[in-house]
Nanobody, 125 residues
Framework: QVRLVESGGALIQPGGSLRLSCAAS????????VAWFRQAIGKDREFVAA???????HYADSVRGRFTVSRDNAKNTVHLQMNSLKPEDTAVYYC???????????????????WGQGTQVAVSS
């Protein structure tokens, strides 16, 4: 069966860094678009970053320059390096994957077939 498992979330102070991981089984991530979404309390699920099967990366304006998404093909794992964290980054972060996402739909959560359970990131002093 397909499984995506996120890890790395934590409570951290503003300005700090975290590295989230999305480990996959049952699918090969380098043949999929893999995206990170986040959802804060009272808000809609929001696109954060994605890496295409080609290796191209994409970012939300709110995280560009601070976050970096990467794929480790040997470990079938996608990472999200988060630097200069802000309180507004507080959310549950989810990993999602789909084999047939087109560019125009890549930022839509409802387009993805596979989801992890999420990992909590809390940025607070």
């Amino acid at each position: 069966q397909v499984r995506l498992v996120e890890s790395g979330g934590a409570l951290i102070q503003p300005g700090g860094s975290l590295r989230l991981s999305c480990a996959a089984s049952g699918i090969t991530l380098d043949s999929h678009t893999v995206a990170w979404f986040r959802q804060a309390i009272g808000k809609d699920r929001e696109f954060v970053a994605a890496v295409r099967w080609s290796g191209d990366t994409h970012y939300a304006d709110s995280v560009r320059g601070r976050f970096t998404v990467s794929r480790d093909n040997a470990k079938n794992t996608v990472h999200l390096q988060m630097n200069s964290l802000k309180p507004e980054d507080t959310a549950v972060y989810y990993c999602a994957a789909d084999r047939r996402i087109i560019l125009s739909s890549m930022r839509r959560a409802d387009e993805y077939d596979h989801w992890g359970q999420g990992t909590q990131v809390a940025v607070s002093s």
